[in-house]
């Protein structure tokens, strides 16, 4: 149950209705631990109103070996579980890419890559350091006719650097997407002010929870009510699109 204070503060979510960043497939990657964890999650993100959860396994290198075979598996598990459980969510899967050689190597070879929406591609990069060849992938993404969707990059110390090189990104046909819970500082302190410098130069296109428990996912709620959440709402992220 939500304390009472939330009831006077829930926002609107209708501006939302859809979060594209979890990892809600128990025992693929470093997300939640059981169905019955995935479940919680789910009913809370219900009872907040939203219509849709897209959650989106790692895929990195022999760390986080998913497949779409193994997703598509899992997600069909899962689904069975929310059907039983009454809930009418809606849930579909995608993937989290990580932009190393092995993702540089699916590209190149044409195998098959898990979208979400509209061809849109979900990557990560490192937190440290700016990928070799990152314009070159983005540009290789595009002209595979995939939209090339930059997960957290208010997370990457390269960019919380220089936070112009997000200008130059999206100018480059990138799309970047914010996680919620790094608008109070839930990652660290230089996450929060290239999140909020994010929000005030409108370069979001899409928000995420990126829900790998039920900790992150009480977080979450709590941000809903935050001035600088519905700021960034205001900016009406693609989410309502899916
Ligand atoms: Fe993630």
């Not at 964890?37 to 219509?51: D, K, M, P, T």
């Not at 440290?128 to 997370?155: Q, T």
């Amino acid at each position: 149950m939500f304390p009472f204070f939330w009831k006077r503060q829930k926002p609107d979510l209708r501006q939302l209705r859809v979060d594209i960043h979890s990892h809600l497939l128990p025992q693929l990657d470093d997300g939640v631990k059981s169905m019955s964890e995935a479940l919680e999650i789910l009913r809370n993100f219900e009872h907040l109103g939203f219509e849709k959860v897209i959650t989106t396994p790692h895929i990195m290198g022999n760390y986080y070996a998913n497949t779409p075979e193994i997703i598509e598996r899992k997600l069909n598990d899962l689904k069975t579980e929310v059907s039983k459980s009454g809930l009418s969510i809606e849930i579909e899967a995608a993937a989290e890419y990580y932009m190393d050689d092995q993702f540089i190597s699916m590209l190149d070879n044409k195998d098959q890559l898990l979208t979400f929406g509209d061809n849109y591609l979900l990557v990560e990069t490192s937190y440290m350091n700016e990928p070799m060849f990152l314009n070159e992938v983005l540009f290789k993404i595009k002209s595979l006719g995939f939209k090339p969707v930059i997960a957290h990059p208010e997370r990457y110390l390269y960019l919380q650097e220089k936070p112009e090189k997000i200008l130059e990104l999206v100018d480059r046909g990138a799309l970047m997407q914010l996680n919620v819970n790094s608008i109070i500082g839930f990652y660290s302190i230089p996450t929060k002010k290239l999140a909020r410098w994010m929000v005030d130069h409108e370069t979001i296109h899409f928000l995420g929870s990126d829900c790998h428990n039920l900790k992150h996912f009480n977080i979450y709620q709590k941000t809903l009510g935050q001035r600088y959440f519905k700021k960034a709402l205001s900016l009406s992220p693609l989410n309502t699109s899916l």
